[in-house]
Structures are given as structure tokens and as C-alpha cells.
């Protein structure tokens, strides 16, 4: 059982900046894919980042260019760097990761992007 437990979320003005962390119950080069999705109210929740262990990164067409996902194995943390915030960026931010076929997921943390 792998234990996700994120933080960052916070309240912010658009076109602030953000950046969250996931941290891991075990090192994450174990893990096959760790990423963010997040969820906004009354619509599905869809992929923001994932990065692989061997460092290979994929981002929804919504925030390339805008947000970095960027790992560190000896602090077992992902981490969610959000620049150019959008108010369309709300949501809820969940943080991911995939082993043996098996999903793991973290609690969430609030991102609010209003002025």
C-alpha cells in the first residue's frame, strides 16, 4: 500500500504561481508513474503531469508550457511547479501513482485562482 500525502495548495491571484508536493511512503524509483490530476466541480477529473522513473514527463494540453512536473528521489516527493495561473486552473489537485498495476491516490489539496 503506497501512501500519497500532498500539500501547496493555497489561494492565489491569476497569473500567480503554485507549487505543490507529493510525498511518498517509499521511494519513488519504485514506482512505475507518479503524477497530478485534478477535478474541478461538476466536470471529470483529468490528468495535469505525470513523470515516470525514468524521468519521462507527459502534461495536459491545458497547462504545457505553464506547469513542470519534476521529481526527488531522496526525499521521495513529486513536485507540481504552476506558473501563469488561469481562474480555470481551480480545482481540486490529486496527486497519483501507479505500481504493479495498482492505482494510488492522495487526499487532494485545494487550488484557488481568483483575484
Known amino acids: 500500500q503506497v501512501q500519497l500525502v500532498e500539500s501547496g495548495g493555497d489561494l492565489v491571484q491569476p497569473g500567480g504561481s503554485l507549487r505543490l508536493s507529493c510525498t511518498a511512503s517509499e521511494s519513488i524509483f519504485s514506482l512505475y508513474v507518479m503524477g497530478w490530476y485534478r477535478q474541478a466541480p461538476g466536470l471529470q477529473r483529468e490528468l495535469v503531469a505525470t513523470?515516470?522513473?525514468?524521468?519521462?514527463?507527459t502534461y495536459g494540453d491545458s497547462v504545457k508550457g505553464r506547469f513542470t512536473i519534476s521529481g526527488d528521489i531522496a526525499k521521495r516527493t513529486v513536485y507540481l511547479q504552476m506558473n501563469s495561473l488561469k481562474p480555470e486552473d481551480t480545482a481540486v489537485y490529486y496527486c497519483?501513482?501507479?505500481?504493479?498495476?495498482?492505482?494510488?491516490w492522495g487526499q487532494g489539496t485545494q487550488v484557488t485562482v481568483s483575484s
Open positions: 513523470i515516470t522513473s525514468g524521468g519521462r514527463t
Open positions: 497519483h501513482a501507479g505500481k504493479f498495476g495498482f492505482d494510488y
